[in-house]
């Protein structure tokens, strides 16, 4: 019995050239040889026997080996797809696409891992800048005043844009083209005065002031609705590429008469946002949106003051943001008991509209979202101008008489405090409400 199931064991091997078995795999060919056997020669009780061991311990060591091999290949496939993400990662930073493929060979729970990111564009190239300066420098009164005034155009061609396609085509239809023009210009302006009024006393006031204004100048027909506005009347092209598209708060819905006497809005209460009906047909619909903010600030501006009067000597320094309307978007969180389920309710949301607290600005208290309060408006819009004592910094030098004893050439011991003061409206209808207006004026 046992010469006969090694002659069929070796059999079924030879006969399947090329082949690689489990060592469970190998016991199924033994399990069948055994049946055969078992069959030819044995007791109904005998076979029942044999089955059972041998349907048992064969079970066992597939489980095993289809264990060990699933858990390297498990292994394998995470390898392969941290590769993929660093080199797709590595691809888009340097602005070109990616398009995986697989051969013949390719395992097939590896190909189900590869997917087509974007479609490839062998005629890409890199953007070009061509930029003009103006400059001027002067220094006056043996040169305590001095200063300096620059005026720049920067003007990019063929910047990347992914351009939409149709559903169709499914995943991995985007293409980028070198397609958008953009224009920057701006002004900068730094003066500096500096005197010294006596052998101990010192002192320098250095100010400067920039602006800059960004507009789109190209982009193509096929790309518009990528961007802020309608993609119609109301595009990116010629303003700013930060801008902001969204529809005009006008107050809340205070008497009952301003709710039936007002343009028709889904969702319109006592309490709620009031939207303005800008082209007047008299229905609130994504129609009566328009450009509300920039995302470009007025101006920017910086100070620094310095002084020393015999060993000491003072640094304080400036910066300031003015005239930036920036989307304060913790609004969702802080005045609205709808939009952030699951979350602590803001303390604002204690000062909100209700019949007894009719001058609120803060809509009333809701578990609904009915008038899609969540919608981008100059609700959300505040004042982000601010002005920061960045550092200050207060230092001591010893005298050379006692540094030189100690073997050195200077010491100075100092203390310093950045972020002391922070300035911006705290009240009114334009109030920043949020902690910081930075965090998001150059978000």
Known sequence: MVSTMGTMRKTVRKNVPGKRYLPGMNRLVEYSTKIAIAVAGESAAMRATVLNEERGRIARELHDSLAQVLGVAHLKLQALAAQCNAVQAQVRAAGGSLLITASRRTPPEVVALLRTLQQGNPGLKWETSTQTNFGLDFGFFENKLSGSVDYFIKNTDDILVNLPYIAVIGEGGGRFVNAASIRNKGIEAILTYQNKLSNDFSYSITGNISSYRNEVTFLPKEALTGYAGNGQDQTILGRPIGSIYGYVADGLFRTQDEVDNSAEQTGKDLGRIRYKDLNGDGVINEKDQTFIATGQPDFIYGLNIGANYKGFDLQLFWQGVQGLD????????????????????????????????????????????????????????????????????LGYSLPTSLVGKLRMQQARLYVQGQNLLAFYQRKGDRAYTAPDPEVQTLA
């Open 326 to 393: 920036v989307y304060n978007d913790t609004k969702f969180r802080t005045d609205f008991t709808s939009l952030s389920s699951g979350e602590n309710y803001g303390t604002r949301t204690l000062d909100a509209w209700t019949p007894a607290n009719p001058n609120s600005t803060i809509p009333a208290l809701s578990l609904t979202n009915n008038n899609r309060e969540n919608r981008t408006s100059t609700y959300f819009l505040e004042n982000g101008s601010y002005l920061k004592l960045r550092n200050v910094q």
